[in-house]
Structures are given as C-alpha cells and as structure tokens.
C-alpha cells in the first residue's frame, strides 16, 4: 500500500516577510499552487492509492474560493486515489468553513470532532479534526485498533510530547500512548520541522511543512512518501518547495560606512531560489537604518536585514572628555548601567548614544 503525506500547508497564508518586497507575497502563494500540482502529478505519476493531509492546508482567515475549486480541481485528477484531510488549528472545521459548505470531490474524505474509522480493503484509516481554533484534548488515548490483521492509519493534527505550554491548546499528544495504541503510521501534523528518521522504524512522522513560510523554517520542505510491504514500512522524503530560506551572517566590525556596507551586500553570492535574511554582527562604527538598506539594496531576494551588533565607540575614553560629548556620554552611561532597565530599554539608550555622537561628530 502507497501512500503520501502533507501538512501545513497553509494556502493563501498573508506571507508577512515578504509581502513589503513588490509581488513577492503573490508570487509565493502561487507556488503553492504549484506544488500542489506537483504532489498530483506524482500521485498519478506513481499510482499512489491514499493521500494523507494532516492539517492547515488552508488559513481560515484568508483562504479565498477560487483556492479551493483549483485544489478540487486536481483532487478529481486521481479519482482512485483515497485523500483524507484531518482540519488543525487554522483550518478547523466550522460551520462556515469550506470544509463544511464546500462541495468536495467524492474522494475526499474530511475528518470532524468525533474520532472516526473509515474501513478499507487493504487499511483501516482513522482520524480526526480541529472544529475550533483550539483543541485541549481530542481523546486519542481512548481509540481501540479492533483488527491488527490489517493496517491500522491513524491522520491527526496536534502537538507531540512538547513542553510549550502554548501548545496544551494545540491537541497535546505523548508519543508513549500513540506508540502503545499499535498503529502502523500515524501521519502528524502541527509542527513545521521534518520528522520522520530520527529514530529506527520511525513510525510516527512530522512531514513538515510543504512550502516554507519563513525564516523560522530553512532547509528543504516537501513530502513524505511511504510504501507498505505487508507490514513492513519504507519512508522517502521528497522535496517539492523550489525557493530555499537562508539566513546569512555578515561580520561588519571592519565596515565604515553605510555605503560600503552597501557594496558588500551587494557582493554577496545569492542564487535565485534563496530567500535572504542577512543578520549584521559585530561592531558599527556608524548609526544603521535596516529599514533605509532594505531600500537601497537592489536584490529583491533580500527580504529582511536584522541588525545584531554593538556600538564601536570607546565610551570610558569619551567620557572623560571635558566636552558637551563627554557630558553626553557620561549621562547615558549613568542610565545604562541602571540595574533596573529592560533589555529593549537597554537596545534604546545605545541607540541614542550611537545617535547623539552621529550629531556631535
């Protein structure tokens, strides 16, 4: 039995990183179309008989019809191909949602609040949805497998043995209980890391994200494909997203001016796939505006600049100085080494120091 799973998808997701740069937030949205085209074809390419989504294909919030018809659409492309859909936290299954009001194809089958057992010939497929923005307890540990003579398929979205206590809202699971249920798969979904080898015989499977929804997600993003020999299980991950986040860090303790900055920025080797956040460290020995850089910078594959470094300025030599600088200096000193200020306080007054001697220069 051949099978492929997805998670987190999240069509039609606002893409807030790049949603400042032109049309890149449009673009990135329609290469989600595009990868789903590219799990159907696969599917149809490999005759592959079941289609696993373990939730958020969709953002409830944003999700526009026209994304729907075209992911029907190419769900009637396999007609023989079983999908299954367990909603999660951003696309729970409301009464207003189109999960509920749509007319989905006939294959597909969309799970609800009420843990159901869909029996096929070659598998029992159970499974259960998000009917809220919130779940504290799906009553998973209370599923008995009745027939051990087939495969036993479990799709569900929630939280695995995490000790984020956000994630109690997110239908918290211990993988314990899962693995003493017996399930031969149980296709996850929730967290956007890939997990699926981690251990041997990995049977309980993160897919990942599909598509990267930002800079908290580097690396490949794509889909697990599973085969079952009888019982007996082989996993491949394969990657589907084309562009790749990347994270650059850019030492500029030896840079003197914005424009020089500029020009090393510029020189940077940044292939057309890479969406690039660049991470400024070490030492400025002048005020940065990232906002201003973002700007000037002519590579539209630069989405963010974050800037991570510390103040160059000799500030016990400046402020021994009998000048209105040293007075300066002095003073600001006084507040920052004020015990009770914040870090974001802390970020401030040498921001104001970096300012103050920019205009006392």
């Known amino acids: 039995m051949k099978f492929v799973h997805i998670a987190d998808m999240h069509f039609d997701s606002p893409f807030v990183n790049l949603s400042d740069r032109d049309s890149m937030g449009e673009l990135r949205r329609l290469e989600q179309r595009k990868v789903l085209k590219k799990i159907v074809e ?7 008989e079941y289609f696993f989504i373990s939730g958020d294909l969709y953002e409830h919030k944003y999700i526009k019809q026209s994304t729907i018809e075209y992911m029907n659409k190419l769900f009637q492309e396999i007609p023989n191909t079983k999908i299954y859909i367990a909603p999660g936290n951003h696309d729970p299954y409301l009464k207003n949602s189109y999960y509920a009001k749509f007319a989905w194809n006939e294959n597909v089958k969309i799970f609800s609040d009420k843990i ?20 504290e307890n799906s009553g998973i540990e209370n599923i008995e497998i009745e027939n051990n003579d087939k495969l036993n398929i479990l799709v ?10 956000e994630d109690r809202e997110y239908n918290p699971m211990k993988k314990n209980i899962l693995k003493s249920k017996g399930f ?4 996850l979904g929730h967290i956007h890391k890939l997990d699926y080898n981690s251990e041997e015989n990995q049977s309980i499977v993160y897919p990942g994200s599909t598509v990267s929804l930002g800079f908290d997600e580097l690396g490949q993003h794509g889909m697990i494909v599973g085969d079952f020999e009888e019982k007996k299980l082989r996993l491949e991950f394969v990657p589907l997203d084309e562009k790749e ?17 500029i020009e090393k920025i510029m020189e940077l080797d940044i292939s057309e796939n890479e969406y690039i956040e660049i991470k400024l ?9 990232t906002y201003e850089l973002l700007k000037l910078i002519l590579n539209n594959k630069i989405i963010k600049i974050k800037d991570e470094t510390k103040i160059a300025y000799d500030l016990d030599k400046l402020s021994n100085e009998t000048t209105l600088r040293g007075l300066f200096i002095k003073e600001m000193r006084e507040k920052l080494n004020n015990p009770d200020i914040s870090e974001e306080e802390k970020e401030i007054i040498e921001k104001g120091i970096e300012i103050g001697l920019d205009v006392l220069e």
């Open 281 to 289: 460290k070490g030492s400025r020995n002048f005020e940065i505006n």
């Open 245 to 261: 986040y990347k994270i650059i860090n850019l030492d500029i303790t030896d840079i003197n001016s914005k424009e020089e900055l």
């Open 116 to 135: 159901e057992k869909i029996e096929n010939e070659d598998a029992n497929i159970y499974g259960y949805g998000f009917t809220d923005f919130y779940c």
């Open 184 to 187: 031969d798969y149980i296709a």
């Open 156 to 165: 569900i979205h929630g939280a695995l043995d995490s000790s984020n206590v």
């Open 42 to 48: 696969y599917i149809k390419d490999n005759d592959m």
